[in-house]
């Protein structure tokens, strides 16, 4: 049987990690609502161990085929590219569901909620304090993750190192303050249409924002370990549409829900 093929397409070894990955996932949601039910940690910890064993495994077989095997040809990666494209256009119809949601409600709020927007008894957070910090932070390390694209398309190790190192601290730091002004929120996700929108759509974007940095951190340590070129670097490139599809979001976000909801 000969390895030789005539074509430039990667077809994919038998993996495990498909599986693995279903398991850990159904592990990890069974012990969310065993947590909820129970006040039990057990189950979802251990589903959290699977799922991040099971990225670290998967993700460092896809690193060995694109980097050290060539297998991630000029047709491999352009269909890469559309597959991240289409995915990311899948996430902006995504969020629209949650923006529809908020402004079905805001722009003709029922009596349920006093006919009004916010809702009687909600104190809203005031848009120029943590949320203009945090818009602030996104802003700079879109700018950041540019500069690290750019540098590393000249072949500028340093500055691709500091720059993406810049980024991946100011994603940490958003999702700090994220938390911070949960902990300090004066309504919960049960206080009316308000809270029910405010916090699906906030807390799904801070959930990419972790994403995103995850995303980020992978390509900052193979960058580290030379796995990138300025010819050859799509998987930073994924992770850069990604971050500026989350800063984006999130600038709607802010303008719609904390500013002008407000």
């Keep these: 049987m000969t390895l030789n093929h005539n074509h430039p397409y990667h077809l994919v070894d038998y993996s495990p990690w498909p599986l ?3 398991i850990g996932v159904m592990t990890l949601v069974t012990g969310l609502i065993k947590w909820f039910h129970n006040f039990s940690l ?3 910890i251990l589903g959290y161990i699977i799922v991040l064993l099971t990225m670290y495994q998967w993700w460092r077989d896809i690193y060995r085929e694109g980097t050290f095997q060539g297998k991630h040809t000029i047709l491999v990666t352009k269909g890469l590219r559309w597959g991240m494209i289409l995915f990311i256009i899948s996430e902006i119809f995504f969020f629209i569901s949650f ?4 402004f079905h409600s805001s722009l003709s709020p029922n009596i349920e909620i006093g006919l009004m927007w916010p809702p009687i008894s909600i104190i809203p957070f005031n848009p120029f304090q943590i949320p203009l ?3 602030i932070i996104l802003i700079t390390s879109g700018i950041t993750v540019t500069w690290a694209h750019h540098a590393l398309m000249e072949n500028n ?3 691709t190192s ?5 980024t991946i601290l100011l994603g940490i730091y958003f999702t700090i303050l994220q938390a911070y002004e949960y902990i300090e929120a004066p309504f919960t996700i049960a206080d009316s249409v308000y809270g029910s929108t405010f916090f699906m759509t906030t807390g799904f974007h801070g959930i990419h924002v972790i994403i995103g940095t995850i995303f980020l951190l992978m390509c900052f340590i193979r960058h ?3 796995h990138f070129s ?4 799509f998987g930073f490139e994924a992770a850069a549409w990604y971050w500026h599809f989350v800063d984006v979001v999130w600038l709607f976000l802010y303008i719609s829900i904390y500013w002008w909801g407000n």
């Design 230 to 233: 300025s010819t050859h670097h």
């Design 42 to 44: 057990n189950l979802f």
């Design 157 to 159: 190790y340093t500055q």
């Design 99 to 102: 923006f529809w949601a908020f």
């Design 20 to 22: 693995t990955g279903a």
């Design 133 to 135: 910090l945090n818009t």
């Design 162 to 166: 500091q720059s993406l190192f810049i």
């Design 224 to 226: 580290l370990n030379n």
